[in-house]
T-cell receptor
Framework: DTGVSQNPRHKITKRGQNVTFRCDPISEHNRLYWYRQTLGQGPEFLTYFQNEAQLEKSRLLSDRFSAERPKGSFSTLEIQRTEQGDSAMYLC??????????????FGPGTRLTVL | RKEVEQDPGPFNVPEGATVAFNCTYSNSASQSFFWYRQDCRKEPKLLMSVYSSGNEDGRFTAQLNRASQYISLLIRDSKLSDSATYLCVASGSAQGAQKLVFGQGTRLTINP
């Protein structure tokens, strides 16, 4: 158990519905990342935060996707008007970024989204 | 072309064998490199970082060739518990603090 938790673990929704996932990072970690993984592929970067600031967003993150980390602790990822192509495992990772190092990203168990 | 490319396998090897995985990366600005292990339906977990000087952790040896933009992983005396998908990873940050770029993964099955 790496200490990163994600909820829910599974989500089944109908096309067009909105869904929201939550990630709780390891408590002292200042960086939080979201990735998406489809079957047979490696995870793909979506976005990351340092504390509450969203520092980078992938082109994969269409305008239907929004992520927040309002208090620099937990984060939410919302997908609006879901499409079947959004079906994937959504992984959250956290790390402690320090000037001298300490950068390992620890992953949570993921939220598996199925869009019908 | 994917930024990190690996042979997806599958590799099926007998227990006790030595197995080697390779991957290549296209972004010459990449500064840090890793191997992650992912078990079926589980999250990726860091196996080891990869350095130009080569590094070893027990039965695992990783090597980076910056000139060829090539990363390798060698597993000696393979165990049944080594069966997993091995993900080659590059990062643009010297400290890996930014996004990780994953390869497709190489699936390994160790047979008794």
């Amino acid at each position: 158990d790496t200490g990163v938790s994600q909820n829910p673990r599974h989500k089944i929704t109908k096309r067009g519905q909105n869904v929201t996932f939550r990630c709780d990072p390891i408590s002292e970690h200042n960086r939080l990342y979201w990735y998406r993984q489809t079957l047979g592929q490696g995870p793909e970067f979506l976005t990351y935060f340092q504390n509450e600031a969203q520092l980078e967003k992938s082109r994969l993150l269409s305008d239907r996707f929004s992520a927040e980390r309002p208090k620099g602790s937990f984060s939410t990822l919302e997908i609006q008007r879901t499409e079947q192509g959004d079906s994937a495992m959504y992984l959250c990772a956290s790390s402690l970024a320090l000037p001298f190092g300490g950068y390992t990203q620890y992953f949570g168990p993921g939220t598996r989204l199925t869009v019908l | 072309r994917k930024e990190v490319e690996q042979d997806p396998g599958p590799f099926n090897v007998p227990e006790g064998a030595t197995v080697a995985f390779n991957c290549t990366y296209s972004n010459s600005a990449s500064q840090s490199f890793f191997w992650y292990r992912q078990d079926c339906r589980k999250e990726p977990k860091l196996l080891m970082s990869v350095y130009s000087s080569g590094n070893e952790d027990g039965r695992f040896t990783a090597q980076l060739n910056r000139a060829s933009q090539y990363i390798s992983l060698l597993i000696r005396d393979s165990k049944l518990s080594d069966s997993a998908t091995y993900l080659c990873v590059a990062s643009g940050s010297a400290q890996g603090a930014q996004k990780l770029v994953f390869g497709q993964g190489t699936r390994l099955t160790i047979n008794p």
